[in-house]
């Protein structure tokens, strides 16, 4: 098949819709099939059999952050000067302008393209419901519902005039529920996430299917010139209040006098005075946690592969590729009950421990239980690498991706 694919962000450390891409489409050329990808800014790196239009963007996000693009004459444009002037006050207008530019590319590229599918990754925008004009089967990917996001931002913002800025923030959501419910199928990474999309954006049950995540298993495996290091755990994507990196922290706290456990966070370290960064210093952790950044993909394995413990405290995944890369660096996963990481670790003590979100104690009280059982650990690490060579390969999630085109077609 010739696929074309849409991300309005690409690049394969802006989160799990830049891994997404980069291995779906990988994984798509692969199985032979003809990929050309539509991307916006940051654009991804992909492999050479896949064929990438890059598309026009102001990038106000991203290293324009804050400032005129270079050549600020862009602006004057209707698209370019919506996307400014919404920017300006606190809107997030990316998935509805990449929608507009991705459909005037596919206007060109048509005559001499003949496309079978567009599969849209998350952007959601009323460009996709133009592009039904085309006669081509419209699907996309859905990590999970925004909407998820904002009610927990706006549940922990301070004062009104946070609250409203965060509703703000948000309002694409309209956009995204209403083309949601109107384009050929929705992808759900799992179950879980499935289950919040039919809630949140009413899409009918029958448009949807689920096809869950893969894990580069060739990348993410054990390094045994690592050694690991006494009672140390790792985080994965600490900046997001969704994370749960609060309740870990608070659950360190509560052991600071029974154990030293050591906390890597791979993930930008907070600066927002009400987020973690204060609560280091407060709960007396400035030892005991240490905040890396972003670091590459090889540097993030040794990390994993250095912990005796991946810890998942998120109050929410639709996935969860953290835990599954853990698993498949053969480290026990303490995961939260939340969203889909159940899916993803299998049943309590299959691959690690399952606890309650929101819930310190119950943190605390897993982290001391396994730091203290390394038969238990080993076991857990060897059923994790087994469940997703099992479960979650990214040859299998584009395998059932292109089934769902071969549905539609």
Known sequence: MKICLLSYRGEPYCGGQGVYIYHLSKELASLGHEVHLLSGNPHPNVVDAVKMEKIESLDLYGVNFGRLPPNPLRILTPLNFYEFMAVLLGAFPEPFTFSMRAYGKLRQLLPLEKFDVIHDNQCLGYGLLLMKRFK???????????????????????????????????????????????IDRILAVSHSS?????????????????VYNGVDG????????????????????????????????????????????KLTVVGRAPVDSEHASSLVEEYGLEDRVTFRGRISAEELVRQYSAAEIAV?????????FPAAEAMSCQVPVIATRAGALPEVTGEDGEVGMLVPPADPDALATAIKRLLGDEPLRKR??????????????????????????QELL
């Open 136 to 182: 081509i089967p419209v699907i996309a990917t859905i990590h999970h519902p925004p909407s998820i996001d904002r009610d927990i931002d706006v549940a922990q913002a301070k004062g009104w005039w946070m609250k409203f800025k965060m509703m703000r923030w948000y309002s694409f959501l309209t956009m995204q529920r209403l083309v949601s419910r109107r």
């Open 194 to 210: 499935a289950g919040e999309i039919k809630r949140c954006f009413k899409v009918p049950q029958d448009k949807l299917r689920v």
């Open 218 to 261: 060739t990348l993410f495996k054990r390094d045994d010139s690592v050694l690991k290091e006494p009672n140390s755990l790792i985080m994965v994507g600490g900046v997001s209040r969704m994370k749960g990196l609060l309740y870990l922290l608070k659950a360190l706290q509560l052991l600071r006098d029974e154990i030293k456990v």
């Open 312 to 320: 998942a405290p998120s109050l929410y995944e639709g996935f969860g």
């Open 380 to 405: 857990m690490g060897a059923a994790g690498r087994k469940r997703v060579e099992r479960n979650f390969t990214w040859r299998q999630a584009a395998k059932k991706t292109v089934e769902v085109y």
